[in-house]
């Protein structure tokens, strides 16, 4: 090392110091050796109550995990991992912070230059191992300053570049030994101060009034993830229906229409009041009627965005991009009364008709069976989907009552869950919980992680609803360390022994038809037998079974502390008859009230 060389733990403090300067107040690490002295120096300031620490042994976990903290306070958070496939272990989060703007940093430790291509330990090519989906990425020689390469990154994540958005970026940070601190060096005195966040709550916005002067037309509102309470207020402002996925944040106040996915047939081209136009806010990420609606060159649509987003390339969607609201009034007009009223009463059938399919005895058919047909682990007599305590539990009927009984924090797993919701869930005429969800990639890896970072960033209760195999993807994330922060997080999931959405979809089609026998069982509904309370009892948190809606709703409506875990048994095999009653109910419940107008 040469006299104006920094040594390790010297580089890593100013790293640290820059880190903090720059609003990164929570680090998650994992653990080993050549990142040691990034370890250490957060450490000493997390001592110093300068930051707060998070340590996850798996660094998919840790990524993810870092994520839920992103989301949760809107602040860059740091996720720091050894060298080797440690690194590649973040490209799962790092892929999904891209699409969804999220200001991951990842902290990435290295051998020195001098032994990179030497066949090393753990030595291979990370600066740029994450391509295209960081914004910045810079790999800093052992040795040097880092604060530059620290500036530059936080500005890239959290979108101080023109005309690009917030999102993750890499700093690859060499280290040359020796890797532990001075003999005199020491912890500082513990200070006694945390570094908290405020907690976000639910948002709703008030605009006054469209103009009169605004030409009235059959306009809606589809509010996609992120799309936030703009979206509410604007179809409130200009009399639009409003159609809002449950992650758009929007999905509440009097215009919304909760089944609107099957509603819109009603609102087609050969109906008595077919759509004109379409105000987009959000990505749309769940239903195939929506992208179809988007999809017809009849029908203008156009796309809100105040800032550059990441979800898609400029240039390869249809909609008109326009940045302020005074654009989109001209272009969506104002809606006449005759036209909210048809979408709010075919909307209050809708939602009437999956309550009352819902509700029927013969919801899911047999009854709701734990793994291999067995009874539910843990549970007793009334948990078997007897009469006595109400319908067997359902995916939507689970959905809708998340939905209901959830406060302070909501995070929706892919795959069937978060549809539940956007199927079942009945908006509300206030916002009564923050929904996170990630679809930036809609991906079923980590969720648990991002739900427990999105519990401890948000500091207040989260409820998180998932499957059984979108579970098992992340049962890792349950491993807390001792004395790491409990979050406070309530896990649902919804255990019908496999995959379900698949079902839905074509496959199920190819399944009903026999004509490969048990291979899209095998393959796609991926059936498993794993007893979910002992793998709880294995992490040490609390479990307990359910099979009722009567039941679930008892289990969301009492109080909890930590973490626990709700598994709801559930038929996966009667599901696409339930959805074909839902869509039969509906379409007659809607036709009717629409006739009678």
Do not use: C, K
């Not at 200070?191 to 605009?207: E, H, I, K, M, N």
């Not at 029908?299 to 302020?324: I, K, M």
């Not at 969301?556 to 598994?567: D, N």
């Amino acid at each position: 090392m040469s006299s104006e060389e920094l040594s390790a733990l010297d580089a890593a403090r100013i790293a640290v110091a820059a880190l903090l300067l720059e609003g990164v107040r929570y680090v998650v690490v994992a653990p080993g050796s050549r990142s040691a002295p990034m370890a250490y120096a957060l450490a000493e300031a997390d001592a110093a109550g300068r930051v707060e620490l998070l340590v996850r042994i798996d660094e998919r976990d840790a990524g993810f995990t870092a994520l839920g903290l992103a989301l949760a306070t809107g602040a860059p958070a740091a996720v720091l991992t050894t060298s080797g496939t440690a690194v590649g272990n973040l490209l799962p989060a790092v892929m999904e912070a891209n699409h969804a703007a999220v200001p991951l940093v990842v902290i990435s430790a290295d051998r020195p230059e001098e032994l990179r291509g030497t066949g090393a330990n753990q030595t291979t090519v990370q600066l740029d191992l994450f391509g295209e989906h960081v914004r910045f990425a810079a790999d800093v020689p052992a040795g040097s300053d880092p604060r530059r390469a620290v500036e530059t990154a936080l500005s890239a994540a959290t979108g101080a570049f023109e005309d690009t958005p917030p999102g993750p970026v890499q700093l690859n940070l060499a280290f040359r030994d020796p890797l532990v601190p001075a003999p005199g060096d020491r912890l500082p005195p513990e200070s006694g101060r945390r570094v908290y966040r405020a907690p976000r709550g639910p948002l709703a916005l008030d605009f006054p009034p469209a103009s009169t002067g605004l030409p009235e037309r059959r306009t809606v509102v589809l509010a996609g993830h992120d799309a936030g309470p703009v979206a509410e207020a604007f179809a409130r402002a200009h009399g639009l229906p409003l159609l809002a996925e449950p992650s758009s944040n929007a999905r509440f106040g009097p215009n919304a229409v909760g089944p609107y996915r099957i509603v819109l047939d009603a609102f087609g081209p050969e109906s008595a009041q077919p759509i004109e136009r379409v105000v987009l806010f959000g990505r749309p990420t769940l239903s195939r009627p929506v992208s179809a609606l988007l999809a017809r060159a009849d029908v203008p649509s156009a796309l809100y965005q105040p800032v550059p987003v990441a979800w898609y390339e400029p240039g390869r969607r249809t909609e008109l991009p326009l940045d302020n609201l005074g654009d989109l009034a001209d272009f969506a007009g104002r809606g006449s009364a005759a036209w909210l009223d048809a979408w709010l009463l075919a909307g209050a059938a809708a939602q009437h008709a999956v309550d009352v399919v819902l509700a029927g005895p013969a919801a899911t058919g047999p009854a709701a069976t734990g793994p291999a047909g067995t009874e539910p682990a843990g549970a007793g007599p009334a948990a078997t989907g007897h009469a006595a305590t109400g319908p067997a539990a359902t995916g939507p009927a689970v959905g809708a009552l998340v939905w209901e009984h959830t406060r302070g924090q909501l995070v929706l797993g892919s795959s069937n869950g978060i549809r539940d919701v956007d199927l079942a869930g009945t908006p509300a005429p206030e916002p009564a919980a923050v929904v996170f969800a990630n679809r930036g990639l809609s991906g079923i890896d980590g969720t648990l992680a991002t739900a427990a970072g999105i519990a401890i960033g948000g500091r207040q209760e989260t409820t998180v609803l998932l499957g059984d195999v979108t579970f098992l993807h992340d049962a890792g994330g349950l491993l807390l360390g001792a004395g790491e922060e409990e979050p406070t997080l309530r896990i649902v999931v919804l255990n019908d022994a496999g995959g379900a959405i698949f079902g839905l979809l074509e496959h199920g089609t190819v399944e009903a038809a026999g004509r490969y026998g048990t291979a899209v069982e095998r393959l796609f509904g991926t059936p498993h037998s794993v007893d979910l309370g002992a793998l709880a009892a294995a992490y040490g948190v609390a479990h307990r079974s359910v099979s009722t809606t009567a039941e679930l709703a008892a289990a969301l409506a009492e109080p909890w502390e930590g973490r626990s875990i709700i598994e709801v048994h559930t038929d996966r095999h009667g599901l696409r008859e339930l959805h074909e009653r839902i869509r039969a109910a509906v379409g007659d419940a809607v036709a009717g009230v629409l006739a009678a107008q």
